[in-house]
């Protein structure tokens, strides 16, 4: 189960992928040999899911969405990202019980 600051979802999310933010790669030349920097800035991860909700908590956090306001996220192990933006992508309802939604968005950070 994940929160979307006092939010639950209605189980673990059917996927989630956490894109690390790799805008400090470099590559340089040092004599004769190349070094590659994969560096990488954790404030710029987005963390994508796909998720069911119940239809009450699906209306609380579209009005989270459509205000556009910060949140706190706490993945299924406890760990919380906070002040992270949402970024929806796509809703279904699940066609075996109609008041569930899956809400597919996405976790900025920066």
Not at 28 to 33: D, P, Q, Y
Not at 43 to 49: A, E, K, N, Q, R
Not at 89 to 100: G, H, Q, T, Y
Request: aromatic content about 10%; glycine content about 4%.
């Amino acid at each position: 189960m994940i929160y979307i600051n006092d939010i639950p979802s209605f189980r673990n999310p059917e996927s989630e992928v956490l894109k690390p933010d790799d805008r400090k790669e470099r590559i340089e030349l040092l004599g004769a040999v190349a070094v590659q920097d994969m560096g990488r800035i954790k404030s710029g991860d987005v963390l994508s899911l796909k998720c069911l909700f119940s239809r009450a908590n699906y209306l609380r956090l579209k009005e989270l969405w459509e205000s556009r306001e910060k949140v706190n996220y706490t993945d299924p192990l406890g760990v919380v990202w906070e002040r992270v933006t949402m970024k929806w992508l796509e809703v279904e309802r699940d066609r075996a019980f109609p008041e569930n939604i899956f809400v597919t968005f996405e976790i900025w950070r920066a």
